[in-house]
């Protein structure tokens, strides 16, 4: 597992906070006239990050939300496999369970795949899982971000005023959330799936393991 953040997860970060920093900056104050200085370019930078980090909390709060869950409790992991919008069929399902069932020794579907996921941890074949954790946090981040820099701008239309044109940031807004809701629920269960196909794949291997050594 990675120990530092990558320049991926600075920019999952910065981005989401830049989207929310430009509607409320340049909604309420209009375009600024000339280029910031290089003092001013880092201090926007800093700042992204700083709006993103917050705005990462709010998506992990909001992300069962995103699943079709209420908020505030813990997103569904087996969302998309063998929980809810499977896309698997009874057979896929009930293989999968017993092999999570007589792999770990474990009653429910949700214990046996979190150990799934820490065997792949512990033998470093989690390289994926890594990747793909990286895009369901940018996502997630971005769809926070962008429903979040709607209701400022919607905020502004109704009280001060806004330099952004509702009529045409609203309809961007709505559809970029839309757009990374669906790519994050894309990953999500992307991310299931190689977890049990990759434990199944653990389980192939060690059967022909045990064999050759016969």
């Known amino acids: 597992m990675a120990e530092r953040l990558s320049l991926y997860d600075y920019l999952a970060f910065v981005i989401p906070g ?102 792949l941890q512990q033998r470093n074949l989690d390289g994926p899982l890594q990747l793909m954790n990286q895009h369901i946090g940018f996502a997630r981040g971005m769809a926070t971000a962008c429903a979040g820099a709607l209701l400022i701008d919607a905020g502004l239309a109704a009280t001060s005023g806004t330099h952004l044109s509702l009529a045409l940031w609203a309809p961007v807004l709505a559809l970029s959330t839309a757009a990374f809701v669906a790519r994050y629920r894309r990953f999500w269960r992307r991310f299931g799936d190689n977890v049990l196909r990759g434990v199944a794949a653990i389980r192939q291997s060690d059967e022909m393991s045990t064999r050759a050594d016969q």
Request: hydrophobic share 35%; glycine share 16%.
């Open 18 to 119: 830049a989207t929310l920093l430009f509607v409320a900056v340049y909604g309420y104050n209009g375009w600024p006239r000339g280029s910031p200085g290089a003092a001013a370019t880092i201090g926007l930078i800093a700042g992204s990050f700083v709006v993103g980090y917050v705005n990462a909390a709010l998506g992990n709060w909001i992300e069962p939300l995103l699943l079709g869950a209420r908020p505030g409790g813990r997103a569904d992991p087996l969302w998309g496999t063998l929980g809810a919008s499977s896309h698997y069929d009874d057979g896929q399902k009930s293989d999968y369970r017993k092999r999570l069932r007589d792999r770990y020794g474990t009653t429910t579907d949700r214990a046996g795949y979190s150990l799934a996921y820490t065997e």
